[in-house]
């Protein structure tokens, strides 16, 4: 018996050992230990060395209520020569923006910051939902303090932003206070509008007639798409008549208006409004009489400006694009085939079909009462937990089971985890469905502090002109590519400062028959057929309201300047040409670089104000532009100004 | 026999009962199993975006396309849009030859200053004034990466 407790007593002494001795023996020392040699190797002090502290280390940010001891491991903290470093001893690159004093890491990172083991600190383990967020994700954070429209600081959730709203996620997806659009166009009597045929194909296959359209692939079957078809084509129109106009005039002016800054043909061309390669297959040609007459009458909210076309202009430009951009792929047979399948639809199953699918999440449908929302609500998708995500019959690995992997491959294969599902293919790249899945983490619950508030981008601005200047902008969608004063697309030049860049007669000239003045470009301003009155008042509001001080009150100092001297010319082109070497980005007279604006005819467009501005620095106005910043001399800016400013004899010249 | 058998009573309990608690205090978990079944192979995860660029490298990158490619090219083969409009053909960032005589210091310098200031052609502008050091570094690490030792 004596023998039997002794024996008892070792064993269990050797167990005491052995806990105490794993308890000291931390998984987290051997990483300590490497960390330790490693500033050995950088050449840090024996001192130093010496009083390594061993132990798990801890940040305790009371601001935002965290604890993390994720510094346990990751000792490169901010020390620059761990910048480069194998992980988990690299050292954070944002050191001065995002120190860890002040943040910690699982409020950006994720994971579960008091753990001190690999598996429980980066998960995903049993009870701890928030795994560490990949790096590709990993900026879904930033939208906490700075806000989501982040801009080029947070790229990636600025880019999902954007895909989420135009795609039309919205229209199914409630996002608490945010605004559903509709982002298709309406469906009203769109008999009249489209072949019925055409409509069919389209509803089996959208990228089949516009590979970058936005509408998604619901892969209806052919009896459904022929239902739908025939609920939104109950009758087949009287067949389509042939316009009668010149094919040749039309083909001049489809050229001179420049329809292809906004619409491509077989891709080559703007991306604005749809593709026009095959619009003649698809078009009925009343339709488009109309259309080319006043969009804005069919679709009031058209990104489509008015042309001032004649009415001869509207017939031949209508004989063009219905004689010329047809779909050739198409069999000579295909359109009646297609029309006898639809003839075999069922308008009830239509119905059925489009409440099922929410089609009225993006279009407006005559007929069809919109119900709302019918997907699952978003507004906090970023909580929630792992369990109410379904994986279907599909195997993932318990490690792979993460809200973020779900999200993405949601993204990639919306259909993936269940046949059936409503959501239909949007054909994301695997960079969009991890901007998507991006936006869509950093929709959460979460705050944080006033404290660390911090927006950061552009927000909308409001600009929203009235008035007889309001209405020409609208009439001719000036916004979608010009910006005036932070609203407005970003295709054309920004306008907020005009009438302190431009002289009056060149913009009078210009609006009237618009030129191109940078060579590169594919895209150049429609040449609408502004009328002579629009023109003036344009000018008028340019003067008065688009102007800088900063430009205005340099006109003494310009005055006093020998811009209109020809030996401050002379030296100007040395500088230009030899010095400083501007015709590396800039064109004169057809010879030089096609990086800035062609700088010819410089002096008949520009105010010289604006060009000594320029000179001084040329990111006054625009910070991102590509132009370099150079630390011209007084005399130097007068001399270059006064060159450029300067008539330039040869081919190029007026 | 009895007795040694009941000898061995205690301490057998004792390791049944004091093993299985040490393992539930351990910290390894059984290791995750790779064999997805069919349906999960089409189940991905998110891919490294270039794993073999440094941090440097990458954030250089970005500021190559926005600065440098337009006469550089997009990957340095001097194919730039604008590189037929220069007076010199742009310096090809693939050469390993043309890399191997630069130091990173004479890199950094030639954005800095431009090309003019290194007795190089003055259609290199300067950039000093647009970007700050780090980000010079950033791009002198992200210009190493294109030019390619050849192997031959």
Redesign the interface.
Known sequence: MKRTFVVLSLLILLFLLWQIGRDYNRPYLSYQKAYKRLLAKAGEGEPELAAFPFGARQRWIVGLSRVDRCETCHLGGEDPRFRDAREPYRSHPDADSHPAENFGCSVCHGGQGMATSLEDAHGPTENWNRAIYHENFLQKSCSLCHGETVGETAPVLARGREIFYDRGCRGCHKVEGKERKKVGPPIRKIGEKVRTDWLYRWLRNPRGYLPKTRMPDFSFSAQEAADITLLLVPREGAPAGVVSGSSERGRLLFSETRCVTCHAVEGKGGDIGPDLAKVGSKLRPEWLLKWLRNPHEVVPATLMPIVNFAEADVRDLAAFLMGEYVDLDLQEDQAARDLAAVAKGNVRNGKALIEKYGCTGCHEIEGVEDRGENGSELTRIGDIHISRLEFGGVEVPRDWRTVPNWLYNKMRKPRLFKAGLKMPDYHFSDEEAEAVTTYLLSLTAEKVPSQYILPLGERPSGYDPQGEFGGVVKKYRCLVCHRIRGSGGALAPDLSWEGSRVRKDWLLTFLAKPDTIRPILVERMPQMKIRDEEIRMIDAYFRATLVDDKVESLSGTVGGMHLADPEAARRGKQLYFEKYACDACHQINLKGGTVGPDLTKAGKRLRPEWVVLWLRNPKTFLPRSVEPVYAFQQKEIEDLAAFVLSPKAGKGTP | MTRKLR?LR??AI??LV?LPA?AG?S?T?PP???N??A??K????????DPGL???AKRGRSQYE??CA??HGKRGDADG??AP???TPPARHTDPILMGTLSDAQIQRIIKE?G?ALGR???????G??LKSQEIADLTAFIHTLAVPSKK
């Not at chain 2, 089409?42 to 975006?49: G, I, M, S, T, Y």
């Not at chain 2, 052609?121 to 950039?127: A, G, H, L």
């Open positions: 000898g205690l301490p004792a390791l004091l040490g205090w910290e978990k995750a199993t790779d997805a079944a349906r999960g089409e189940f991905v995860l998110p891919q490294k975006h440094s941090r440097e926005y600065y337009i006469c849009f604008n409009n220069l007076r431009g003019g052609s003055p259609q290199m502008p300067p950039w004034g647009v």
